[in-house]
Nanobody
């Protein structure tokens, strides 16, 4: 049973910072890309940031939605099976439920599939 457990959400004033964490646990053979998505009320879920495995302890290439470039930084610790999202200069329009995502295999013979965390609320308001 694979679980992705997020933490770090909350209420912050505009211009403030938050750091989200997501730890994967359970029977996991290999984790490929990890990412953060968000869904605001009345909107579709969108990709915020994504990072590949990269073959190193700290991951590989990254990509971001345009609206967060220069403000958010995604990183990962492969040894801890954890992905982070450092969010700086937060704006009210960043308010959403943030979901962790991992593309992984549970055994060497299984196919790759996406797993999701339960979501963590981020609210940016004064």
């Amino acid at each position: 049973q694979v679980q992705l457990v997020e933490s770090g959400g909350g209420l912050v004033q505009p211009g403030g910072s938050l750091r989200l964490s997501c730890a994967a646990s359970g029977s996991i053979f290999s984790i490929y890309a990890m990412g953060w998505y968000r869904q605001a009320v009345g909107k579709q879920r969108e990709l915020v940031a994504r990072i590949t495995s990269g073959g190193s302890t700290s991951g590989g290439s990254t990509n971001y939605v345009d609206s967060v470039k220069g403000r958010f930084t995604i990183s990962r610790d492969n040894a801890k099976k954890t992905v982070y999202l450092q969010m700086n200069s937060l704006k009210p329009e960043d308010t959403a439920v943030y979901y962790c995502n991992a593309d992984l295999k549970v055994t060497i013979a299984s196919g790759r599939r996406d797993y999701w965390g339960q979501g963590t609320q981020v609210t940016v308001a004064s």
